[in-house]
Nanobody, 124 residues
Framework: QVQLVESGGGSVQAGGSLRLSCVAS????????ISWFRQAPGKEREGVAA????????TYADSVKGRFTISQDNAKNTVFLQMNSLKPEDTAMYYC?????????????????WGQGTQVTVSS
């Protein structure tokens, strides 16, 4: 059973940056996608960014394009989410998820393995 552990969340002011990390307990298959999702209180879960680990190809939600960057360190089984120009509406619990790459990489129900989440709070 793959375990995912997120870290790097915190509180920042609008315009600031944070870098989230997601460490997998084992090397994942070549067909794996690792994705970041977020959920704010009272809102639906939203797919933020995804990366296909074998090719490094990425997918982003429109709401974060140009501000967030997903990357990976395969040697450390780690995926990062660099978040710049943060806005108050980015405030949420951020989760990483992994599975065989689904057709819709930002569709939460397509992922089997989930981390416990890390909180990001952006103040105005």
């Amino acid at each position: 059973q793959v375990q995912l552990v997120e870290s790097g969340g915190g509180s920042v002011q609008a315009g600031g940056s944070l870098r989230l990390s997601c460490v997998a307990s084992e090397r994942l298959s070549v067909s794996t996608c690792i994705s970041w999702f977020r959920q704010a209180p009272g809102k639906e879960r939203e797919g933020v960014a995804a990366i296909r680990t074998v090719t490094g190809s990425t997918t982003y939600a429109d709401s974060v394009k140009g501000r967030f960057t997903i990357s990976q360190d395969n040697a450390k089984n780690t995926v990062f989410l660099q978040m710049n120009s943060l806005k108050p509406e980015d405030t949420a619990m951020y989760y990483c998820a992994a599975d065989i790459c689904p057709l819709s990489r930002l569709l939460g129900r397509a992922y089997k393995y989930w981390g416990q989440g890390t909180q990001v709070t952006v103040s105005s």
